[in-house]
């Protein structure tokens, strides 16, 4: 069982920055997809950058790219994200993912097994 804390989420405003943490239980990335993503009230969640296991590469979508940036430090078991001129667009519930469900994708929820009891980020404009 893996287990994923976030942290790092609070508010800020727009064109501000927020760096979010990911810590687990387990040095999972190395066989497992790494994600963050974002749900907004009535939305749908949204994959907003992953690592492909091994953290061989990583994918965004076109609405952070730029702005958003997934890291890693092997040592502590986290992963990070960087979110660089933040939007009012942005806020919402942020989570860490972790998983390598067949058939999935790298920014597609339905990959990941597990998940984080998410961090909220609200941005004011």
């Known amino acids: 069982q893996v287990q994923l804390v976030e942290s790092g989420g609070g508010s800020v405003q727009a064109g501000g920055a927020l760096r979010l943490s990911c810590a687990s239980s387990?040095?999972?990335?190395?066989?497992?997809?790494m994600g963050w993503f974002r749900q907004a009230p009535g939305k749908e969640r949204e994959g907003v950058a992953c690592f492909y296991p091994g953290a061989s590469s990583m994918s965004y979508p076109d609405s952070v790219k730029d702005r958003f940036t997934i890291s890693r430090d092997s040592a502590k078991n986290t992963v990070y994200l960087q979110m660089n001129s933040l939007k009012p667009e942005d806020t919402a519930m942020y989570y860490c993912?972790?998983?390598?469900?067949?058939?999935?994708?790298?920014?597609?929820?339905?990959?990941?097994?597990?998940w984080g009891q998410g961090t909220q980020v609200t941005v004011s404009s």
């Open positions: 387990s040095a999972t990335y190395s066989t497992n997809y």
């Open positions: 993912a972790a998983g390598r469900r067949y058939g999935g994708s790298c920014l597609s929820s339905y990959t990941y097994n597990y």
